[in-house]
């Protein structure tokens, strides 16, 4: 196996936004005017971050969709990714925050 200079251990997460006109009232359903799904979490920024000073690096990913997305980003944006493997006891989390002019809802 080809030595490593850096191997992350740390958080990597796939941000869901959904951008809506009004934050809903407690039973309201409001419909989504954009979707987007964006990446980082600070372990796979430095390990994005290493790999583009010229490091090699590695990095854990959860082996479920998002991992499965994930992975097609870093390679988009030339992190190499032919070390990484699927670890199975790696969890998904979700929550939801919801923001609306000066005001957060977690």
């Known amino acids: 196996m080809e030595k490593l200079d850096v191997s992350v251990v740390g958080s990597i997460n ?8 009004a934050v809903p009232e407690a039973g ?3 419909m989504g005017a954009e979707f987007i799904m964006g990446f980082g979490g600070k372990g796979a920024n430095q390990c994005v971050a290493t790999q583009f000073l010229g490091s090699k690096s590695a990095i854990v990913v959860g082996c479920d969709c998002f991992g499965d997305a994930y992975l097609e980003h870093l390679n988009k944006i030339s992190v190499n990714t032919s070390k990484c ?5 790696c969890f998904l989390s ?3 925050v919801q923001t ?4 957060i809802y977690i």
């Open 28 to 30: 309201e359903t409001v």
């Open 94 to 96: 979700i929550f939801t």
């Open 14 to 21: 796939t941000d869901l936004s959904v951008y809506t006109d």
């Open 85 to 89: 493997q699927f670890y199975t006891r």
């Open 100 to 103: 609306c002019i000066f005001r």
